[in-house]
């Protein structure tokens, strides 16, 4: 293990110096104030750092891990970009606890099975109490839903080399972390396409008094509608609103027989299937404090398999706009139309299965400007 202090006085300091290390090539970050402390392990099994940020919506210092392959390095240096999975941990625990911190190291480590996808996996932690990965109604400065989207993400997407469009992003959690892959993927379905929830509390209704709830809802009877609007399965509509409206997200989760949340997983399994909204639920013999190591490399292969990927370099088109065609593991729908830089039509369009073309402006830098896309079915 490797330890570095980089003190600076805005974000884009620190992005620097992590750009020396990594010979990273980004985009300029927004300023914050920052002291960071970095911490990463360089093994075969892939790059593990630990480090910190100043969230301006929280207040507060946030120490946040990142889980990077192993060739992280060469491949960035060829233009390559990852989907990035966010994780989030449970009641008790901290970001370290993804990288096999928690429980004697029994917990499985991510960093150990990057390597096996293609992916980016990010992990913040909360702080002292429960957040419970929601917008608080009543404790101050816990927004942890809102810094989820428009920092971590944000942030994330500016220090390496992602792809940053909703797509290619994921969330998934373990316990509280679950509810708030789930919550959140249902709340922000232009962030996250894709949610995987290991043994989460689903149905917070049924837990008064429990988890920590009360601090960040309010006690129930004075603040019922509070839990209500976080319920799980009380707005498992979002999901079939979120697919009708053209953002289909893809449900995974979890439960069983010694988990303490089997009875609200089943009933959300049952619940979606009601409402037609595609998932899937399946149940094992984990406890619910512990996930297997071959649970933990099941959930980075499914993601590997549902987000979008980057497979090919860009190339250019008479008008000199850049289109960049990747391809994906999976084909979803899009609209059959290219736009130019001004938002006209360039002319209808049809793509092959799994690939994806996107519009950049070759004016703004090495890898242009993100400014459309379309992924469409075989002609």
């Not at 932690?125 to 971590?152: A, C, H, M, Q, T």
């Not at 994921?170 to 249902?186: P, Q, V, Y």
């Not at 149940?283 to 404090?289: A, Q, T, V």
């Not at 497979?311 to 088109?317: C, F, I, L, Y």
Request: charge should be neutral; proline fraction near 4%.
């Amino acid at each position: 293990m490797h330890i570095f202090f980089f003190k600076v006085s805005s974000l884009k300091g620190a992005h620097m110096s992590l750009t020396s290390f990594f010979s990273q090539r980004k985009t300029q970050l927004p300023t914050a104030s920052l002291f960071v402390l970095l911490l990463f392990s360089l093994s075969p099994s892939g790059i593990a750092i630990r480090t910190t940020f100043h969230s301006a919506l929280i207040d507060t210092d946030i120490t946040y891990s990142v889980a990077l392959p192993s060739d992280y390095e060469q491949k960035i240096a060829q233009g390559h970009r990852y989907p990035v999975v966010y994780l989030l941990h449970c009641a008790g625990c901290t970001d370290s606890t993804w990288l096999g911190h928690y429980f004697n190291g029994i917990f499985p480590a991510v960093d150990s099975v990057i390597d096996s996808v293609d992916l980016i996996a990010a992990a913040p932690y909360n702080g002292p109490g429960f957040s419970w990965w929601i917008d608080s109604p009543v404790k101050p400065k816990s927004f942890f839903s809102s810094f989820l989207v428009r920092e971590f993400k944000h942030l994330i997407d500016s220090l390496y080399a992602t792809l940053p469009r909703r797509e290619s992003s994921g969330i998934a959690g373990h316990s509280m972390g679950g509810f708030g892959a789930l919550f959140n993927c249902g709340a922000h379905p232009d962030s996250f396409s894709a949610a995987y929830s290991c043994k989460g509390l689903l149905n917070v209704l049924q837990h008064h008094g429990e988890f920590g709830l009360d601090e960040v809802l309010g006690g129930q009877d004075t603040s019922i509608t509070n839990w209500h609007a976080v319920d799980i399965i009380e707005n498992a509509r979002k999901f079939a609103e979120a697919n009708a409206a053209g953002k289909a997200v893809r449900i995974i989760f979890y439960s069983g027989p010694n988990d303490w949340f089997q009875a609200e997983n089943r009933l959300f399994d049952t619940t979606l299937t009601d409402l037609s909204v595609p998932h899937e639920y399946f149940e094992n013999e984990e406890d619910h404090g512990l996930i297997w190591a071959s649970r933990m490399f099941e959930v980075l292969k499914w993601f590997d398999t549902v987000l979008v990927h980057q497979r090919t370099g860009a190339v250019k088109n008479p008008g000199g706009h850049r289109f960049r065609t990747t391809y994906s593991t999976h084909a979803s729908s899009g609209k059959q139309v290219m736009w130019d830089l001004s938002g006209r039509v360039i002319r209808p369009g049809k793509a092959a299965a799994g690939i994806v073309i996107e519009l950049l402006d070759p004016s703004l830098g090495r890898n242009g400007r993100f400014v459309c896309r379309f992924l469409e079915k075989k002609e």
